[in-house]
């Protein structure tokens, strides 16, 4: 009786260890590539860095850069670019799973070109090389599918106020400060875990 008892014991400290090495199986990095990301810039091409900050797998710290491309449509075709840098804590409620959902916020920065035909300040229709700086926080959704202790795939939708938006025509020597405004982004990733 006392060895099945034992036995018995061990099996269920072996399955409940098991349980918990499976939990936290999950390594505490990520590298993500983002081959489609879009946002106020354009679209683009992006990569993240996120660090899992405590033992229960529920605080994230992510960087994340992008880069987008957006052509004005005007008939020189210029190709504006533009990069942005988010990083922004994130929270996981059920920690680390096969299916992991997060909310967080970050400050962003980002900066590029405007070059294009367009009105300028004495309505005449003229090409401007313009610079752009927007500046804000935003609050980010995030749904992470670990396929694997060591690869996801996932989606990011983030939207803040941009309290900065500024753009200098080089051209002219003129700022515009557009005030308040709004910064949307959205991308597709896929990470490697460590």
Do not use: C, W
Not at 18 to 30: F, L, M
Not at 38 to 61: C, H, M, Q, T, W
């Amino acid at each position: 009786m006392f060895k099945k008892l034992l036995t018995a014991l061990l099996v269920l400290v072996m399955a409940t260890g098991a349980a918990t090495a499976q939990q936290n199986s999950y390594g505490p990095n990520i590298i993500r590539i983002m081959p489609l990301t879009a946002f106020n810039g354009g679209v683009g091409l992006g990569a993240s860095y996120e660090r899992i900050l405590d033992k229960d797998g529920k605080i994230g710290l992510n960087i994340p850069f992008s880069l987008g491309f957006n052509n004005n449509g005007d008939y020189n075709n210029d190709m504006n670019t533009t990069f942005m840098f988010n990083p922004g804590i994130k929270f996981y409620p059920g920690g680390q799973r096969k299916v992991t959902y997060a909310l967080g916020a970050s400050v962003f920065t980002s900066f590029g070109t405007n070059n294009g035909y367009r009105y300028d300040i004495n309505q005449s229709y003229q090409y401007v090389n313009a610079n752009t700086l927007q500046a804000g926080i935003m609050v980010n959704n995030y749904l992470q599918f670990n396929l694997s202790p060591k690869v996801n795939i996932g989606l990011e939708l983030g939207v803040g106020p941009a309290y900065i938006d500024q753009e200098k025509d080089v051209t002219n020597n003129v700022m515009y400060n557009h005030g308040l405004n709004v910064m949307g982004q959205f991308s597709f990733h896929i990470g490697f875990r460590f």
